[in-house]
């Protein structure tokens, strides 16, 4: 159970109980008056049958009533329940007595500090009378023990209204400091995706760029000298940035919004397997989902996850050479994993520095498991010549994004 859920539990306790003290006072008492056979019992019988009316409906209508309605509300209430008071035979004064505590909280409830407490001493005063009265003789531990029990059950209910209010003030202040952290934290990782954005332009476009200048200025210093060796220069710049206009579109694609958001990872999964299998990337490309399906994943960690999918089946394409490809989504009660399977040609990692498995897609493999990590993930890679590749992502439930300078 929440804590929200705690606190409105207690509260509608807190309001309900009174209400049930008091239906229960008053059917307990029309039961003992009917045994009583009093000359009076259809006159009592109409009182408390009008007070419960009254009670029932201002509660059924609490909601619509300005404060000058519930004070009229508690005003009739007490009249009611005076008259009943005086009415009712000696036997039953005191079961009638005990629905001064509920109408006290009722006082509480419905009016302001001070009218509350002129209300609650009116209670006291009708209450201390009657029961003075009923025995003939002064009695004074007859009328306070009733009275006691009304200040007493006010004085508590003021202490659980008190302690009500703190608890939701303090919800709220959570709530609050909840907002202020989920925003801090979508501000570190959009710094740390633009970190991210930063060494992929760096590793990629910067340097690509930067060897094509030198290449144009030796052109230039050749051009009249040794011009079959300055065009064949120019022509190595023009296969370059081919290259880096298909990464430059590579890197824009992966900053569009992504299908994640949309379709959510199982939906946008799917479809990406369809659209590989259709461009040609494998014979057959199937995708599965193994487990129940539950929210345990934000939508950056998710798309970090389609982003690993989409590098992994873009190597398959690319080098693998694979008939068969299947993606399986696993959702456990702690982590989610990915699995993508070929059977490719395959590769040897450990002898492979420059393994093309994601490594077309402008991070490589260990770009891929650094941004796995800031989740509190891994990546996976077994492969051997001839026998295919297994690349498999995993990424924790619920795990808050680290920002880059925890991560690293």
């Given at each position: 159970?929440?804590?929200?859920?705690?606190?409105?539990?207690?509260?509608?306790?807190?309001?309900?109980?009174?209400?049930?003290?008091?239906?229960l006072v008053v059917g307990v008492a029309a039961v003992r008056l009917l045994a009583l056979d009093s000359p009076l019992c259809p006159q009592i019988v109409g009182v408390s049958g009008l007070l419960a009316v009254v009670y029932?409906?201002?509660?059924?209508?609490?909601?619509?009533?300005?404060?000058?309605?519930?004070?009229?509300?508690?005003?009739?209430?007490?009249?009611?329940?005076?008259l009943l008071l005086f009415l009712a035979p000696t036997p039953l004064t005191w079961a009638y007595a005990w629905c001064g505590v509920p109408l006290a909280c009722a006082a509480l409830r419905a009016l302001g500090r001070r009218a509350a407490l002129v209300a609650?001493?009116?209670?006291?005063?009708?209450?201390?009378?009657?029961?003075?009265?009923?025995?003939?003789?002064?009695?004074?531990?007859?009328?306070?023990?009733?009275?006691?029990?009304?200040?007493?059950t006010v004085a508590l209910y003021r202490s659980q209204q008190r302690d009500a209010a703190e608890r939701q003030r303090l919800l709220e202040e959570l709530r609050s400091t909840r907002d202020v952290l989920a925003e801090e934290q979508r501000r570190a990782g959009v710094l740390a995706e633009r970190a991210r954005i930063a060494r992929d332009l760096h590793d990629t476009l910067a340097q690509e760029l930067a060897g094509s200048l030198m290449l144009l200025q030796a052109a230039e210093r050749d051009w009249d000298r040794r011009p079959d060796a300055a065009r064949t220069r120019v022509r190595a710049v023009a296969d370059g940035l081919d290259g880096n206009l298909a990464e430059?579109?590579?890197?824009?694609?992966?900053?569009?919004?992504?299908?994640?958001?949309?379709?959510?990872?199982?939906?946008?999964?799917?479809?990406?397997c369809a659209q590989v299998e259709q461009?040609?990337?494998?014979?057959?490309?199937?995708?599965?989902?193994?487990?129940?399906?539950?929210?345990?994943?934000?939508?950056?960690?998710?798309?970090?996850?389609?982003?690993?999918?989409?590098?992994?089946?873009?190597?398959?394409?690319?080098?693998?050479?694979?008939?068969?490809?299947?993606?399986?989504?696993h959702h456990e009660a702690d982590r989610v994993e990915l699995d993508v399977q070929d059977d490719g040609v395959g590769f040897d990692p450990a002898g492979a520095a420059g393994a093309p498995?994601?490594?077309?897609?402008?991070?490589?493999?260990?770009?891929?498991?650094?941004?796995?990590?800031?989740?509190?993930?891994?990546?996976?890679?077994t492969s051997a010549p001839g026998r295919g590749t297994h690349v498999r992502a995993v990424l924790p439930a619920a795990t808050p994004r680290l920002t880059s300078a925890t991560a690293g």
């Open positions: 159970m929440t804590d929200r859920a705690l606190a409105n539990g207690t509260r509608r306790t807190l309001e309900h109980a009174p209400h049930l003290v008091f239906f029932g409906t201002g509660l059924g209508l609490w909601n619509r009533l300005g404060p000058a309605v519930r004070a009229a509300w508690i005003t009739t209430l007490l009249t009611l329940w005076g609650v001493g009116a209670i006291s005063l009708l209450l201390g009378g009657r029961l003075l009265g009923s025995t003939g003789r002064l009695d004074l531990e007859m009328a306070l023990v009733p009275v006691a029990a009304v200040w007493g430059t579109r590579r890197i824009i694609h992966d900053l569009t919004p992504s299908a994640v958001a949309e379709a959510g990872l199982e939906g946008s999964l799917r479809l990406l461009a040609g990337a494998a014979a057959q490309v199937r995708f599965r989902s193994a487990g129940e399906p539950r929210p345990v994943l934000d939508e950056q960690a998710a798309a970090t996850l389609f982003r690993v999918a989409q590098g992994t089946l873009a190597n398959v394409r690319d080098h693998s050479r694979a008939a068969h490809v299947l993606v399986t989504l498995a994601l490594s077309t897609r402008g991070f490589g493999l260990p770009g891929a498991r650094a941004r796995l990590r800031e989740y509190g993930g891994d990546l996976r890679v």
